[in-house]
Nanobody, 117 residues
């Protein structure tokens, strides 16, 4: 019911920055919460951050202070600004959306982020 398309991934050296974008389309009420997850080879998918429609946010501890999630409700777009990137940040990053933080029912296809040392 919600289509999510990520962009902005790429290859960067350690210490560099990237900004990911996620364009959403579909049901307004299924975009109350939007978030970013990531999955590295051999690892489980893990939460990066999520943001409510009112702008309140929550981050995973390992990303706190380096990553910033934001959203533009008028454009139906969520962003992830990633600074001070580390090789361990290398993963496929997925955008997600849902009516509540416990019900992420829509997922994007993912965008690859590669950080070299």
């Amino acid at each position: 019911q919600v289509k999510l398309v990520e962009s902005g991934g790429g290859s960067v050296q350690a210490g560099g920055s990237l900004r990911l974008s996620c364009a959403a389309s579909g049901s307004f009420f299924r975009m109350n919460v939007m978030g970013w997850y990531r999955q590295a080879p051999g690892n489980q998918r893990e939460l990066v951050a999520f943001i409510m429609r009112d702008g309140s946010t929550k981050y995973a501890d390992s990303m706190k202070g380096r990553f910033t999630i934001s959203r533009d409700n008028a454009k139906n777009t969520v962003y992830l600004q990633m600074n001070s990137l580390k090789p361990e940040d290398t993963a496929v990053y997925y955008c997600a959306a849902g009516p509540t933080m416990y019900d992420f029912g829509s997922w994007g296809q993912g965008t690859q982020v590669t950080v070299s040392s």
